[in-house]
């Protein structure tokens, strides 16, 4: 068996921990499998690199970002395989320059593309323990990017289907998917299994166990995932096309509270505001959710939407050089917001799930500012300062708890 297991930080967050982590690697090593271990950086230092760089330039450009980034990956191979030599296993680490992990060229959000697999290959033939740099790629240009926090899921993942590989198991912090995040919902229950489709929507919308991406590719190539701990010995959640436990109405309640929302005001009402709007900040490449028109009045109407606050910045930017073009009269923004969603393959077969949402919130006193639904989630703009008490009501009123 070829079995891809991936590190977060806090499972490589220091010695005790990576110790740890290579002997669960070693044993399944001598079960006589081949072995790759996807590390992220140790802890929080991915954060330190970012604090390091706004001491020293509040904007730094993308690229050198990325410079920085990967060593912090770098960093956690290199220790890891020092461990495994050290428990007398045969390991070596690369990096994505050394397999050649292909990626688009946008720098902190680029894509893979394409992965060599000589060089992994040789090595597990060799019987080594690949210990692989996750979150990190080349581009084009030889320069080496980022995938987006979180990313290392999404390494893990696509080396686990080029090499097709029998198993990928994302090792975290907690023990696997949760009907809602448990430090903020105490009643929130483990699943023991979710579709592709209902994790991709759970992963965008802030539930942050895996990077959406990587549920992404999992789906494409039909890659069986397992999350579970990297502390203890529990079963953890498999993520896969089709569930086989009976299916529940809602599978999840998602909360993000990192979104900002941008109310352009007074555009006038003629087609292709809305194309020349999104498709600027596209060409940014901005992720935007959530949208509402207004009904167009006086000849004007505005747009609201919201961007992850990491993407505020360039929004701003993006759409302050393109007023002239756009002709509207002026921009707000509201950061004090919270996306509330709830997922579940189980809506498409059953109406009334949205209203039973609204009901709760209108029973809680809690105002919806925007609504966005597609076929298996719901999700509202809320007050930030609601937004647990929300998630727990809401949690609650789905019988989502223990
Ligand atoms: N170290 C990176 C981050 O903190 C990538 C990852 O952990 O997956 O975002
Ligand atoms: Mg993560």
């Known amino acids: 068996m070829l079995i891809v297991k991936k590190f977060g930080g806090t499972s490589v967050a220091n010695k ?23 590390v ?49 296993v045969p390991a070596v680490s690369l990096n994505a320059f050394q397999i050649a992990m292909h990626t688009t060229s946008a720098h902190g959000s680029a894509r893979l593309k394409r992965i060599d697999t000589e060089r992994i290959r040789r090595e597990l033939e060799n019987r080594k323990i690949v210990v692989v740099t996750g979150f990190q790629g080349v581009n084009k240009y030889d320069d080496y990017t980022t995938l987006g926090r979180g990313g290392s899921d999404t390494t893990a993942v ?12 994302i090792y975290t912090d907690v023990d696997g998917i949760y009907t809602a995040d448990p430090r903020k919902v105490p009643s929130a229950r483990k699943l023991k299994e979710i579709t592709y489709d209902e994790m991709l929507d759970l992963a965008t919308l802030g539930a942050g166990v895996l990077h959406n991406r990587s549920v992404e590719m999992a789906k494409k190539y039909g890659v069986p995932l397992v999350v579970r701990s990297s502390m203890n010995n529990s ?26 929302r941008i109310a352009v005001i007074g555009l006038k009402d003629v087609p292709g505001m809305a194309f020349k709007l999104f498709d600027l900040l596209a060409k940014k490449n901005i992720n935007v959710d959530v949208i509402l028109q207004s009904i167009g009045r006086h000849g004007t109407k505005d747009i609201s939407f919201t961007v992850n606050g990491t993407d505020f910045d360039d929004a701003v930017s993006v759409l302050e050089a393109g007023k002239a073009r756009l002709g509207y009269e002026e921009l707000r923004a509201e950061k004090n917001i919270a996306k509330l969603s709830i997922v579940g393959a189980g809506m498409m077969s059953n109406p009334g799930v949205a209203a039973r949402m609204f009901e709760c919130l209108y ?28 998630m727990n009501a809401v949690h609650d009123a789905f019988d989502l708890g223990d």
């Open 16 to 38: 005790e921990r990576i110790f740890y982590v290579a002997s669960r690697c070693v044993e399944e090593y001598l079960k006589g499998n081949d072995v790759i271990v996807v």
């Open 40 to 88: 992220s950086a140790m802890g929080k230092y991915t954060d330190e690199l970012v604090s390091l760089a706004q001491d020293i330039n509040e904007k730094p450009p993308k690229r050198e970002m990325d410079m920085l980034f990967t060593i912090g990956e770098q960093m956690s191979a290199a220790l890891m395989a020092m461990a495994l030599n050290k428990l007398n």
């Open 158 to 169: 696509a080396l686990a289907a080029a090499l097709h590989a029998d198993a990928c198991e």
């Open 235 to 260: 079963e953890g959640t498999v993520v896969k096309e089709e569930v086989s436990v009976e299916r529940m109405l809602i599978s999840g309640v998602a909360l993000d509270t990192d979104s900002v």
């Open 363 to 390: 029973n809680s006193g809690i105002n919806i500012n925007m609504i966005s639904t597609s076929e298996i989630r719901v999700t509202v703009l809320i007050n930030e300062k609601d937004g647990v008490r929300a």
